[in-house]
């Protein structure tokens, strides 16, 4: 299992923004520029600007190497450094939660498959299934992108349920 840390205050807050958690999704396998970045968000670059520098002051993106673009006009690419991965917050926020609907709002209904289940287990065993899904998560975010296969996503909560006290 991933060994997590706790996140800084300036970490969390740069992981408290929807719009901050879906540039680090775009740019998790491949570098984007801001343009890019703002053109698949459908945002003005000047705004998304401010979040992309939020996210490189606060290490979950990187600068790649300078390019130039169609008009010579200096490009920095970006990509996630995959930090987010290794720290130990509040699993489930607001911010999280609003990037997942959003994104899922732009999925055709087709493409994304729903499983809910209820469990009744005793503590030992569910630290055991927490254990073993972590670790199968780890296995495959572990595994080489193979940038000719389609590309994915998964949105996991883990709640004790209200409605089965």
């Given at each position: 299992?991933?060994?997590?840390?706790?996140?800084?205050?300036?970490?969390?807050?740069?992981?408290?923004?929807?719009?901050?958690?879906?540039?680090?999704?775009?740019?998790?396998?491949?570098?984007?520029?801001?343009?890019?970045?703002?053109?698949?968000?459908?945002?003005?670059?000047?705004?998304?600007?401010?979040?992309?520098?939020?996210?490189?002051?606060?290490?979950?993106?990187?600068?790649?190497?300078?390019?130039?673009?169609?008009?010579?006009?200096?490009?920095?690419?970006?990509?996630?450094?995959?930090?987010?991965?290794?720290?130990?917050?509040?699993?489930?926020?607001?911010?999280?939660?609003?990037?997942?609907?959003?994104?899922?709002?732009?999925?055709?209904?087709?493409?994304?498959?729903?499983?809910?289940?209820?469990?009744?287990?005793?503590?030992?065993?569910m630290d055991e299934f927490?254990?073993?899904?972590?670790?199968?998560?780890?296995?495959?975010?572990?595994?080489?992108?193979?940038?000719?296969?389609?590309?994915?996503?998964?949105?996991?909560?883990?709640?004790?349920?209200?409605?089965?006290?």
């Amino acid at each position: 299992m991933t060994e997590r840390r706790p996140a800084t205050d300036a970490e969390a807050r740069a992981l408290a923004s929807s719009l901050r958690l879906r540039i680090l999704r775009i740019c998790v396998r491949q570098p984007h520029t801001n343009k890019e970045i703002a053109a698949i968000l459908g945002r003005d670059p000047a705004s998304v600007l401010h979040h992309t520098r939020t996210l490189v002051r606060t290490g979950f993106l990187e600068a790649q190497e300078e390019r130039r673009g169609a008009r010579g006009a200096r490009e920095i690419p970006y990509l996630a450094t995959h930090k987010s991965w290794h720290l130990d917050g509040p699993s489930l926020d607001k911010s999280m939660l609003d990037a997942f609907l959003e994104e899922l709002a732009l999925v055709p209904a087709t493409e994304a498959e729903g499983i809910r289940m209820a469990l009744r287990l005793p503590p030992p065993q569910m630290d055991e299934f927490r254990t073993r899904l972590k670790d199968l998560l780890d296995e495959f975010a572990a595994r080489p992108d193979d940038p000719a296969a389609p590309a994915w996503s998964l949105f996991m909560v883990v709640h004790s349920d209200p409605n089965r006290p």
